[in-house]
């Protein structure tokens, strides 16, 4: 059940707006543990994005040898025009998993929206951002929504009228399986209403010793921001895990192209679970992410099986990232990307 949008007040600024959807505790809790309790022991990346989660992965975006982030910003800033004549002018701006809102302020100027929607797990996280952007850009009006994103099989609830363009930056769809990455494209054509479209960002794939610098930083953030999601876990339902019981360990799976991130035991432990209980020997890992790395025919055949069409891409000189502008695919035959 969701609350009601709440009014500004006196100490917000009169073009923000905040919605409420967070998923009960009790769902996640299941979740965690579901997949705690398999041979393959996993957890949700989502979980990483508490208050002390999002503030570490805003470091990592400044490291050296996180290529990703200022990467893709080089290419925003520079074709920001062209992307905003496949968006249109007036458009309704919606960005699940918008962080800190950092990348869509180079957007902004360009696209003019209506409106902008930023979604995201971490409530308090998510307010005190969208508060900022508010106050940064009083002509916008911001309408916020607390929400887990990857399990909205429809639009949410209150999103402002328009053509609606959904900002999915950072290659946030190589944390889903390709299975899973084609249905995440397929519910987002749900939200589009027929005539919008999804402006995405794709990490390339690319030489290992690139991709497991950016995941094994030497100041050791990354390590971290890995374990940080056992205290996000602890808090969520109640467990007691030890970070420093952990290693964090991160490689390129050249086979299935994509980064993987674990946290290994360094001993042979019991955790508590709330009222369950999970044995770990020495040596298990806990698979804690993936970060899948595309080229440009194995996203396409993602984008194609989605029901989209790729209407236009844009790439760094070196091709380590991509941006794509979507559009649901009405054609019988498909439609070709054109690259721009």
């Known amino acids: 059940m969701s609350k009601p949008a709440e009014a500004a007040d006196s100490s917000q600024p009169a073009n923000f707006v905040f919605s409420d959807l967070h998923p009960r505790v009790g769902n996640r809790r299941l979740e965690i543990v579901t997949g705690l309790q398999r041979e393959h022991k996993s957890i949700d990346p989502k979980y990483f994005y508490d208050i002390r989660g999002s503030e570490l992965f805003e470091r990592i975006t400044g490291l050296p040898e996180y290529y990703p982030t200022r990467t893709e910003r080089e290419i925003l800033k520079r074709d920001a025009r062209a992307m905003a004549e496949f968006c249109g002018k007036n458009c309704v701006?919606?960005?699940?998993?918008?962080?800190?809102?950092?990348?869509?302020?180079?957007?902004?100027?360009?696209?003019?929206?209506?409106?902008?929607?930023?979604?995201?797990?971490?409530?308090?996280?998510?307010?005190r951002s969208a508060i900022q952007l508010a106050e940064e850009y009083p002509w916008l009006k911001i309408h916020a929504v607390c929400?887990?994103?990857?399990?909205?099989?429809?639009?949410?609830?209150?999103?402002?009228?328009?053509?609606?363009?959904?900002?999915?930056?950072?290659?946030?769809?190589?944390?889903?399986?390709?299975?899973?990455?084609?249905?995440?494209?397929?519910?987002?054509?749900h939200w589009l209403k027929g005539d919008g479209g999804v402006l995405i960002g794709i990490d390339m794939h690319k030489s290992s010793r690139i991709l497991e610098a950016a995941y094994n930083d030497e100041q050791g953030v990354t390590a971290l921001f890995n374990l940080n999601i056992l205290n996000n876990i602890n808090s969520i339902v109640g467990a007691n895990f030890d970070t420093d019981q952990f290693n964090h360990r991160s490689f390129y799976n050249e086979e299935e192209y994509r980064i993987e991130m674990h946290l290994v035991s360094k001993v042979d432990q019991v955790v508590e679970l709330g009222d369950a209980k999970l044995k770990l020997a020495q040596g298990e890992a806990i698979h804690t992410e993936n970060s899948y790395k595309y080229t440009p025919e194995s996203f396409q055949e993602v984008v194609q099986a989605a029901g989209f069409a790729i209407r236009s891409s844009w790439t760094d000189e070196q091709q380590l990232f991509s941006v794509h502008y979507l559009e649901l695919d009405r054609s019988d035959t498909g439609t070709r990307g054109a690259k721009s």
Do not use: H
Not at 99 to 122: F, N, Q, T, W
Not at 158 to 180: A, H
């Open 147 to 189: 929400a887990d994103f990857s399990n909205q099989e429809k639009d949410p609830e209150g999103i402002p009228e328009g053509k609606r363009v959904i900002f999915y930056p950072g290659s946030t769809l190589g944390n889903m399986k390709p299975v899973d990455a084609i249905d995440f494209l397929r519910n987002l054509g």
């Open 93 to 127: 701006l919606i960005e699940p998993g918008s962080g800190s809102s950092e990348k869509v302020r180079l957007l902004l100027g360009s696209l003019k929206p209506a409106a902008y929607v930023p979604m995201d797990i971490s409530a308090d996280f998510l307010r």
